[in-house]
């Protein structure tokens, strides 16, 4: 995956088109960017998926990256009902073709995708 080794990207956005039913990219953070700014470009009334590239470094002094598939799917009052069946249904399918993926995080509003909670998981 070009994300992961070339270190291109540091986050790609994924959205369902609704006439088409295909998932496509709908944004893609440069290397420089950070997870504030993905969790910034995230909308609040529409579902997406994301894969963000966090760099860290261990308790060992170890530098380390882990890719992690996030599903944002927000809160019932924010979107439709059929949207939201329609990401979790491609959900499982999106997830076999990404290769890499280490952690998954699902979020309904930003306090459940805090920046506390992708260092949580690489602990």
């Known amino acids: ?3 992961k080794w070339k270190k291109v990207h540091r986050y790609i956005v994924f ?3 609704e006439k ?3 998932v496509t990219v709908d944004k893609v953070g440069a290397a420089g960017e950070t997870y504030q700014d993905l969790a910034a470009s995230l909308p609040e009334d529409d579902c997406r998926y ?3 590239d966090f760099d860290y470094v261990t308790v060992n002094n170890c530098r380390m990256s882990k890719l992690f598939f ?3 799917s927000v809160s019932p009052e924010a979107s439709r009902i059929r949207e ?3 990401y979790a249904t491609s959900k ?3 997830r076999r073709v990404l290769v890499g993926i280490h952690y998954e995080l699902q979020a309904t509003d930003p306090t459940e ?3 506390d909670k992708i260092q949580d998981r690489t602990k």
Do not use: D, H
């Open 70 to 72: 996030i599903t944002w």
């Open 113 to 115: 995708m805090g920046f």
């Open 1 to 3: 995956m070009e994300m």
């Open 50 to 52: 994301a894969v963000f």
């Open 84 to 86: 939201k069946m329609m």
């Open 20 to 22: 088409s039913k295909k």
């Open 92 to 94: 499982s399918g999106l």
């Open 15 to 17: 959205k369902i088109e």
